[in-house]
């Protein structure tokens, strides 16, 4: 795509496919034998969790939630509202997160209390990225992709403004100036 807002290539799509298939041989050997339930964040995680799922051998389902940020659209205020929640009780079941990214945490650690209270039988979190410089909660995350730095991302599911998710890799927005 020849567009001046897509800057320098954080990750490849040959790194992120050869990852993400690790990423499913991982999670499908610690829950072997298990009844797993994934639960995609929307929208961004869409485009990892169904290539991830397709590594995963465990018997395994899929569920979603969409959950907005109040503040401003780079910032996150922690405070969280459900816009749309789990079809399922997912009391007693073993629930994997799935996230696209992990910027603050402050999303993650709503997602995390809310869900906790639900009483799974277990609660772990696979995020495809995360930006370690900018956690403000400190979060157990069990599955990481990469670490990446402080820049804002776009591709693979992240967007700027609803667009550019359906870039193969991760890029940096860049600085239109
Ligand atoms: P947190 O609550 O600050 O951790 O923000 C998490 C959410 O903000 C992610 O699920 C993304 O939807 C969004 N986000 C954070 N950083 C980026 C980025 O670099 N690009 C696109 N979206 C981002
Ligand atoms: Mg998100």
């Known amino acids: 795509m020849n567009d001046p807002l897509i800057g320098e290539i954080l990750v490849p799509a040959d790194d992120l496919s050869a990852r993400v298939k690790e990423l499913?041989?991982?999670?499908?050997?610690?829950?072997?034998?298990?009844d797993l339930?994934?639960?995609?964040?929307?929208?961004g995680a869409v485009f990892f969790l169904s290539d991830l799922m397709r590594h995963i051998s465990a018997p395994?389902?899929?569920?979603?939630?969409?959950?907005?940020?109040?503040?401003?659209?780079?910032?996150?205020s922690?405070?969280?509202?459900i816009l749309k929640d789990l079809d399922i009780p997912i009391e007693g079941r073993e629930v994997l997160i799935v996230e696209d990214i992990v910027d603050s945490g402050l999303t993650l650690s709503y997602l995390l209390r809310t869900l906790n209270a639900r009483?799974?039988?277990?609660?772990?979190?696979?995020?495809?990225?995360?930006?370690?410089?900018?956690?403000?909660?400190?979060?157990?995350?069990?599955?990481?992709?990469?670490?990446?730095?402080?820049?804002?991302?776009?591709?693979?599911?992240?967007?700027?403004?609803?667009?550019?998710?359906?870039?193969p890799y991760v890029a940096v927005l860049a600085d239109p100036g």
């Open 24 to 34: 499913g041989e991982q999670v499908s050997a610690d829950y072997e034998g298990r």
């Open 37 to 43: 339930l994934l639960v995609g964040v929307l929208k």
């Open 60 to 76: 395994c389902e899929v569920d979603f939630m969409a959950v907005a940020s109040y503040g401003s659209s780079t910032d996150s």
């Open 78 to 81: 922690g405070v969280v509202r």
């Open 119 to 167: 009483n799974p039988k277990s609660l772990e979190v696979c995020a495809l990225l995360t930006k370690p410089d900018r956690r403000k909660v400190d979060l157990p995350i069990r599955y990481v992709g990469f670490e990446i730095p402080n820049r804002f991302a776009i591709g693979y599911g992240l967007d700027h403004a609803e667009r550019y998710r359906n870039l």
